[in-house]
Structures are given as C-alpha cells and as structure tokens.
C-alpha cells in the first residue's frame, strides 16, 4: 500500500471517541477521520436527567477531535460500499478507508409493539429528549430497566405536577439482588412513583397504554424505554450480524465478514472472555472501543493484537439526584451480595459518570 492509512471511525460516542483518541496515540502516521451525524458530544447516559429538564454538557466534536489531530466530518452515513471500502454520506459524499471502525450506537426500539413509533417518547438519545416535555397529569414509563427506572425517579423527584407510574412485567431492578430490588422499589416509593410490576404493555395510543389483559390506562405522556435497537446500516451494507442488526466480531472484534472492519459498542456482538456476549452499556462501549483501536494499530505494526481483558465490576443507578444504587458484580456479571445505596452510591454513579465523559475525550 502505498500513502497514509485511512481509518474511519463511524460514530462519536463512547466507543467511537475512546477510539480515536487511541487511534491518535497508537497508530501513528496514519489518517483518522471521525464521522457523526451529529456536532456534538451528548452524554447519553445523562439523558434521562435531560428529560427531566436539567441541563447536561454537550462537547463541540470538530473542536475536541482536531487539538488530537483527528479530522472531524459532521455528517449521517447512508450506506457502506464494502468493495470500493468508501462510506457514502448525506452530504452526497463519500470517504475512502483502508480500515473502518464501525460504532454507531443504539437507539429506541419502537418497532416491537403497536404505538410505540407512533404516540410513545423515547429518552433514548439526545434529538428524543429534546421532543419531550414531562407534562403535567400521569407520564407513563414502560419498561422497567436501568432506563426506566432512572427516568422515572428523575421525573417524579423534579416534576412537581406529573404522576408518575412505571409498568412493566417485572419487578423494577429484577436481574439484581433482592437487596437492589428492594432498595429501588423504597425509593421509587419515597419518590412518589406508582409502580405496577405485573404490567405487559401489548399497545400504545394517543391516549394511554393497554395492558396484556386488557386494562386501559390513560396518560398525557408515554415514554418507552423497553428495549433498544441498532442502526441498519451493517446490515445494508452486507457485513454478517446477528439477529437484531449488531456486527459480528472475532476475538480481536474484527468483523467475521470484513476484515477490514472492526466494531465496537452498542453495534455490536462482542463475546467476553468467559463466553457470553458482553451487554449493550458505555461500561461495555469505552473498553471495547479502546480494544478494537489497539486491535487496529497492532496490526498496522504488523503485531497480533493481544487479548480482550474485560470484565464487569459494578452496575450503577441514579434514583434522582439524591439516591442511587451500586450494585457490586461477580466475574460472570450476576449481581453479588454487596451493594451501596443513599448519598454515598448517588455520588459514587455521579463519579463514574464524569469519569465516563472525561475518558471519551481524546
Ligand atoms: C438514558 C440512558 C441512560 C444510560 N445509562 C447508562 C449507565 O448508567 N451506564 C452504562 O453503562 N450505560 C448506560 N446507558 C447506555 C449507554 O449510553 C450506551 O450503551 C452507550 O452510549 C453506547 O455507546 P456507543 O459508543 O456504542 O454508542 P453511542 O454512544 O450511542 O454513540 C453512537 C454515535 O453514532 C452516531 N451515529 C449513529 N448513526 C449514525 C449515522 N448513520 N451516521 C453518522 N453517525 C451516526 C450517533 O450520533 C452517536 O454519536 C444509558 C443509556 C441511556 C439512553
């Protein structure tokens, strides 16, 4: 080959910002272009506090990415011509890469029930939350994951006139310990949030939600957090991915299909070192964006790149501003005995938040 390697890192989020700044250190004398779709870095995990009405930090991109050197191309890639290894953009351009780094993230899922595209909100990125506004009467959450559950004590802690009710068809906090469990369902209490643990939503309207065995309720406003999605590119583009669209990688997450793509983050399929597919979370995003940046660069070397060390330490939950959840992990990522609560877990998740936003900036 002849001139600069080009690497396009597709996506500037958790996963896509750690590569690039990694990119920047390691692999040296090559080209590192970042594409988003949009400006700025939001800090996503923050945007359930956004729907509440705080105001939460947005990083200009193009100026964060160019100190380090990086260029910066704000636009939406449309597909991905894997033969002529170009990335076609809205801009009606493209760019060429000897190496892609495909981190395109996640968004809501609202194709699983009836209603949801069509009468739900989503918190699920920065353009979802700007279109909602917690009105005042019953805001309904569906879904009662870590989304659900830190949405839900935001609103009802900070928005006076909405009540709040949060279904699903498990107990909030359900793949925690049942001190978890109880801790979040006390606070949720305190908080003022209706709780309904024997809830499947099957329907969402202009006016409400239906339940499974047929229950009406109404609500001003429904936000859906049950369930996330991934963007189809990967799969127009003809890369091999599993069932929900996430590219499938080997064990140095490059894909299996192209090996001149590596993918890291909510895109895509990565398998722990003990087997299991890691989960879709910027606990997962920031190792493997930093492992699929080196990943790259040894091989640009000319080295084998070394293995995937990973493994889940804690899983942490606001529940509002002055409480919150750390749940301690054992190695297989199911939830230990040992868990913090109160100010003291607030501040903790507080902490890795910031400590979050900080690493992503190259
Ligand atoms: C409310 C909320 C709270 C959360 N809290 C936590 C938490 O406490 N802990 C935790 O571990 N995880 C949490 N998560 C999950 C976490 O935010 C994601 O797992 C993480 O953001 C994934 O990082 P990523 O880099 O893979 O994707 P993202 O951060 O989603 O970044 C993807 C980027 O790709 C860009 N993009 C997408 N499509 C295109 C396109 N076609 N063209 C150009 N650019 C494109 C997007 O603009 C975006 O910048 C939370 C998520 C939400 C919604």
Request: proline share 3%.
């Amino acid at each position: 080959m002849t001139g600069q390697h080009r690497i396009v890192v597709l996506g500037a989020g958790y996963a896509g910002l750690v590569a690039a700044g990694r990119l920047a250190s390691k692999a040296r004398g090559a080209e590192i272009t970042v594409v988003d779709a949009r400006a700025h870095f939001v800090e996503r995990v923050r945007l359930h506090q956004q729907a509440a009405g705080q105001r939460i930090s947005a990083w200009d991109l193009r100026e964060l990415l160019e100190k380090k050197k990086i260029q910066f191309v704000r636009a939406r890639a449309t597909d991905i011509d894997t033969e002529g290894k170009r990335v076609l953009l809205d801009t009606a351009t493209a760019l060429d890469y000897d190496t892609l780094v495909y981190v395109l993230g996640s968004i809501g899922d609202a194709n699983g029930v009836p209603g949801v595209a069509e009468h739900a909100y989503s918190v699920s990125t920065p353009e979802d939350t700007d279109r909602f506004e917690a009105p005042r009467g019953t805001v309904v959450v569906v879904g009662a994951g870590s989304t659900g559950i830190e949405l839900a004590a935001e609103l009802a802690e900070s928005q006076s006139d909405s009540r709040v009710l949060l279904l699903s068809p498990d107990e909030p906090g359900a793949w925690l310990s049942t001190r978890a469990q109880a801790h979040i369902r006390r606070v949720l209490e305190r908080l003022g949030v209706e709780i309904r643990s024997d809830a499947k939503v099957v329907e969402v309207t202009e006016d409400g939600v239906r339940l499974a065995d047929g229950t009406l309720i109404e609500s001003a406003a429904t936000v859906w957090t049950a369930g996330f999605a991934v963007p189809d590119l990967a799969v127009r583009a003809g890369l091999s991915v599993d069932g929900t669209g996430r590219v499938r990688t080997d064990d140095s997450l490059r894909s299996v299909s192209h090996p001149d793509i590596y993918a890291a983050g909510d895109s895509a399929v990565v398998v722990g070192p003990d087997g299991r597919e890691l989960r879709m979370a910027c606990a997962t995003a920031q190792p493997t964006g930093k492992y699929a940046a080196d990943a790259v660069a040894a091989r640009l070397r000319g080295a084998e790149p070394g293995q995937l060390r990973f493994r889940y330490l804690l899983q942490c939950l606001s529940l509002g501003r002055r409480d919150g959840l750390i749940q301690f992990l054992h190695a297989d990522d199911s939830p230990g005995r040992i868990v913090l609560t109160g100010r003291t877990a607030a501040w903790v998740k507080e902490l890795i938040v910031r400590g979050a936003g900080w690493t992503a900036r190259p």
